[in-house]
């Protein structure tokens, strides 16, 4: 099963993504965390989307598509994949499509989180990871269980990351409702999209998204 979670920064996509991950072994795409790897390693994707990640933009349709279709290469992604925070524009939208129907895979869900704008940017200036397996945490809404020590690996070292920032966060925001947001349609005409509540505490989303899967 193939879905793609969608929803504005900080709607808990990427929260959502890892518990499904983790309970039924699909695997998480995120093109965000793809890029921040490639920014780490210093590689020429890297170099370019930095400055504009800094910035609160979205990298250029190109890149992003050709990351992607990299990554459905890999042998992991025939078991079922969960595509968090691709596509962000049309073209992505369409170019997703057609790599799909090439490689024989079928999308069975579109998956937005509905959420509260004024809530967003509490959540995104709040969120923190494990430095060291990625787990994702909050400030308020989903602390370690003990304090300063990672839930799920045991790491100490957190990190937060450097667009997680109010101003940033309503450029983001922004470019979501321009860009992003018209996507929902295009998959309401196909018949695939499903609306969940995103400000519903996580178990509850949780509950929900996996309502829709079990019956799909
Ligand atoms: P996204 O991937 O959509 O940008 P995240 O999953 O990273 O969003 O969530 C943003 C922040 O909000 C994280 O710190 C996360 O712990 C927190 N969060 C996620 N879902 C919820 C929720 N339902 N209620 C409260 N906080 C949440
Ligand atoms: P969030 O979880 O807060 O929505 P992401 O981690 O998904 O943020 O993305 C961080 C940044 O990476 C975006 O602001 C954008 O610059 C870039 N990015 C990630 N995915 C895409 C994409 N599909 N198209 C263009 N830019 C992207
Ligand atoms: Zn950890």
Request: hydrophobic share 40%.
């Amino acid at each position: 099963m193939n879905i793609i979670l969608l929803g504005p920064p900080g709607a808990g996509k990427g929260t959502q993504a890892q518990r499904l991950q983790a309970e039924r072994g699909m695997v998480q795409l995120s093109t965000g965390d793809m890029l921040r790897a490639a920014v780490a390693a210093g590689t020429p994707v890297g170099l370019k989307a930095k400055a504009v990640m800094d910035a609160g933009q979205l990298v250029s349709d190109d890149i992003m598509i050709a990351l992607i279709s990299d990554r459905l290469e890999q042998p992991d992604a025939k078991g079922g994949v969960i595509f968090d925070g691709f596509p962000r524009t049309t073209a992505q939208a369409e170019a997703l499509d057609a790599m799909l129907a090439e490689k024989g895979l079928k999308l069975d869900s579109v998956v937005e989180l509905t959420v509260d704008e004024n809530a967003l940017v509490e959540r995104v200036t709040g969120r923190f990871s494990c430095a060291k397996c990625g787990a994702g945490y909050h400030d308020r809404f989903k602390q370690t269980r003990v304090a300063g020590v990672c839930d799920a690996c045991g790491s100490t070292e957190f990190k937060r990351r450097p667009d997680d920032n109010e101003a940033t966060v309503r450029q983001r925001m922004a470019e979501y409702h321009e860009k992003t947001a018209p996507i929902s349609n295009y998959y309401a005409d196909k018949g695939l999209l499903k609306r969940i509540d995103g400000m519903a505490d996580m178990d509850k989303v949780h509950a929900d998204l996996a309502a829709i899967l079990n019956a799909g």
